[in-house]
């Protein structure tokens, strides 16, 4: 049913910057809040940031304020997470979600999830 595929992840050295793309489909997009969260091998789920329908309204986590920039485009389907300066902290599996973040770590038993894309900052 709800479908959403992450692209865009890869190796970069650190200061560098990547863009990373989520296709949605199933559902209807530019009615839906969306999110961005990554998790590191040895870290939980966390919350990196939001974006309202319309694109008005965003959110994004102190590690990746001022670096990351969340966006979509309805007409597209599609959600963006413009990634600049990036640190080696900001490895991780990163995942899109129809949902505005939530109070605590996210849960991917809760909501719809991609299948993710692999971020790796490394020199």
């Known amino acids: 049913q709800v479908q959403l595929v992450e692209s865009g992840g890869g190796l970069v050295q650190p200061g560098g910057s990547l863009r990373l793309s989520c296709v949605a489909s199933?559902?209807?997009?530019?009615?839906?809040?969306m999110s961005w969260a990554r998790q590191a091998p040895s870290k939980g789920l966390e919350w990196v940031a939001s974006?309202?329908?319309?694109?008005?309204?965003?959110y994004h986590a102190d590690p990746v304020k001022g670096r990351f920039t969340i966006s979509r485009d309805n007409a597209k389907n599609t959600l963006y997470l413009q990634m600049n300066r990036l640190e080696p902290e900001d490895t991780g599996v990163y995942y899109c979600?129809?949902?505005?973040?939530?109070?605590?770590?996210?849960?991917?038993?809760?909501?719809?999830w991609g299948q993710g894309t692999q971020v790796t900052v490394s020199s």
């Open positions: 979600v129809n949902v505005w973040h939530k109070k605590g770590a996210p849960l991917r038993s809760q909501d719809n």
């Open positions: 199933g559902f209807s997009f530019r009615d839906s809040s």
């Open positions: 974006i309202g329908n319309f694109g008005i309204a965003t």
